[in-house]
């Protein structure tokens, strides 16, 4: 069998969005989308098995056994038993969701909760199109590598970010600002990394990559992330399935309130931890805070009505000893908002723990205009240590909707980072600087990038000619400008 073209299969996966448009809203492609596609790979991946299963043992039930299949596919819930119904369409679909799962303990909950039997939003005759639009190819890794089959699925959920726009910030952030990051936090293989609030896994991805492109064995990571919506968290258990992954661990909840990491009662810890949580979360749990049993408030309790540095202790609170580093992207306010928050910034700068800033462009994530910054910060440090501060907004290619960061300017503000990393003397003007705690206090513990970074203004060199030309420019437009509301009066009636 030969492989499919990458981009052959972007376009053909895409193609069946364009099957559900008019009845299911493009924020909503994701929860029906990504099932069929999961659901086809698995069903393909799984009759291969077979076929090479049958050429050793050459005996059916022996074939359909646990040792030679990743995922059990009951008969009843195959792809193909699916396909050959022509009414009740979706229940069989349904069923089957349920089927494999109840076969499948790692994959409970998996295929999401969509509203499969709903004949108003997804008649027979329209899921019927959509099978068989999925069924003119062979998902199998003989067609698909995972890698593909990985990226295939990145495109996807890149695309369908792209469509729901406004409502695509919950689920999915930039993958060169998350390349950032996890090339600032560099996890090796046999480290451990956590997303407290991980979307559809796109910063668990990334550090598979990264350990990948420099030469290490990414299944040798710990991978954990927790996700409150339930239909993304099932997006990122399939996202990571896809790309071959098989040791992860993702689970449903509300991080701030209930984290479900815990040993022994305690948070867990760990080597890495990334996120980009929902910015100034209203409703975050304030009252569970004011008696954290798990000392996240160590710092001081957040706003009542801001979860930003809730966030913030948590991710904290969830790295190791000596090891931990974190990074976390929150809108600008954390670095200067006073009361609760400016006491939680002035304790984690006390100890030293806030190793660097950087300041991004406006209009880099979906849903927000508002710039936003990324925050390091390391369990192992010393006390009342200097900050480097990154000023980034002007690295970045303006858009019509919205503004982007390419892999090259990612990889140069990470360059800046690194530079400014192996020599703290030195200053990038208006760029990067290593700004003493000495500073910082005597700022009051406002952390504003322009305080401390900023471009320099350019001279503007004009001739004594020039000057007086367009004084005289400026002059004749006010006289200009005087004359028409004098006669705009008397036309009112207004004495002049």
């Avoid at 053909?12 to 929860?31: C, E, Q, V």
């Avoid at 003119?136 to 369908?160: P, Q, W």
């Avoid at 931990?324 to 304790?347: C, D, Q, S």
């Avoid at 970074?453 to 400008?481: G, H, N, W, Y």
Wanted: proline share 4%; glycine share 8%.
């Amino acid at each position: 069998m030969t492989l499919i073209d990458l981009q052959d299969l972007e376009a053909h996966l895409w193609h069946a969005a364009h099957i559900l448009t008019g009845p299911i809203d493009a924020s909503d492609y994701k929860t029906y989308i990504f099932p069929v596609l999961f659901f086809k790979r698995i069903c393909d991946v799984y009759d291969e098995e077979y076929e090479e299963a049958m050429e050793q043992v050459g005996d059916d039930e022996m074939a359909r056994g646990d040792m030679f299949h990743r995922i059990q596919i009951p008969e009843e819930c195959h792809w193909e038993h699916v396909f050959a119904q022509t009414k009740d369409i979706g229940q069989s679909l349904k069923d089957a969701f349920r089927g494999i799962e109840l076969a499948n303990q790692h994959l409970h909950g998996i295929f999401g909760d969509a509203s499969w039997t709903n004949k108003e939003r997804l008649p027979d005759e329209l899921l019927m199109t959509l099978l068989n639009h999925f069924n003119k190819i062979n998902l199998g890794v003989a067609s698909v590598r995972d890698d593909d089959m990985g990226r295939a699925y990145e495109y996807l959920i890149k695309r369908f970010a792209d469509k729901a726009n406004k409502k695509a910030g919950e689920f999915y952030t930039p993958r060169t600002i998350v390349r950032l990051m996890v090339n600032i936090l560099d996890p090796q293989a046999g480290e451990s990394i956590y997303d407290p609030a991980c979307g559809t896994g796109g910063m668990l991805l990334e550090t598979i990559h990264h350990v990948k492109e420099n030469g290490g064995d990414p299944r040798l990571l710990t991978l954990k992330g927790q996700e409150k919506n339930l239909t993304t968290e099932a997006i990122a258990r399939m996202n990571l399935f896809l790309h071959g992954m098989e040791d992860f661990d993702i689970i449903r909840g509300d991080t701030l309130r209930e984290p479900k990491f815990l040993k022994q009662d305690k948070l867990e810890t760990f080597d890495c931890v990334i996120a980009n949580p929902p910015f100034s979360l209203k409703e975050w749990g304030h009252n569970k805070w004011e008696s954290d049993p798990y000392g996240r408030n160590k710092f001081g309790l957040a706003p009542k009505t801001n979860g930003d540095f809730s966030w913030v202790q948590h991710m904290f609170a969830s790295l190791k000893q000596k090891t931990g580093r974190m990074a976390i992207v929150l809108p600008h306010g954390v670095l200067f908002r006073g009361g609760a928050e400016g006491r939680i910034r002035k304790a984690l700068l006390d100890k030293g723990y806030i190793e660097s800033i950087i300041g991004l462009a406006p209009n880099l994530f979906y849903g927000t205009g508002i710039p936003a910054c990324i925050l390091i910060l390391q369990k192992k440090a010393e006390p009342k240590e200097p900050v480097l501060i990154i000023n980034a907004e002007e690295i970045f290619t303006k858009g019509r909707a919205q503004n982007t960061l390419s892999t090259e300017q990612a990889d140069e503000i990470y360059q800046i980072y690194e530079h400014q990393l192996d020599d703290y003397s030195h200053e990038q003007e208006g760029v990067a600087r290593w700004v003493p705690y000495s500073e910082i206090e005597e700022n009051d513990f406002n952390l504003n990038i322009a305080r401390y970074v900023q471009k320099p203004l350019e001279e503007e060199t004009i001739t004594v000619d020039e000057a007086l030309k367009d004084f005289q420019q400026k002059l004749a437009a006010l006289e200009k400008a005087e004359d028409e509301l004098e006669a705009l009066l008397i036309e009112e009636g207004f004495e002049v």
